[in-house]
């Protein structure tokens, strides 16, 4: 089971909770990726890793759910937001 502080705070810092739970020993366990496909990941797209620890360890429910709506939201926010900065 994942604890309740990393599901919430991941959500709001993803690669500053996957960072703390590497020091902290913390991370859930085994997901099924290699180690350098976790690292790739937690540097690059941390959202699809958080996605895919909640759904190796929780199965789909509600916080694979708020996870992905937020995943979604960020990725759709940041294409107009730059292309509002460009216009400008």
């Given amino acids: 089971m994942i604890p309740l502080w990393w599901l919430v705070l991941s959500l709001v810092f993803p690669r500053i909770t996957l960072l703390l739970s590497y020091f902290g020993h913390t991370l859930p366990p085994h997901h099924g990726i290699?180690?350098?496909?976790?690292?790739?990941?937690?540097?690059?797209?941390?959202?699809?890793?958080?996605?895919?620890?909640?759904?190796?360890?929780?199965?789909?429910?509600?916080?694979?759910?708020?996870?992905a709506f937020v995943a979604l939201c960020v990725w759709g926010g940041s294409g107009s937001r730059a292309?509002?900065?460009r216009n400008n």
Avoid: E, K, T
């Fill in 83 to 85: 292309r509002r900065r």
């Fill in 34 to 67: 290699p180690d350098w496909g976790s690292i790739i990941l937690a540097v690059f797209l941390p959202r699809i890793l958080v996605l895919i620890f909640i759904y190796q360890n929780m199965g789909i429910g509600l916080w694979f759910f708020v996870h």
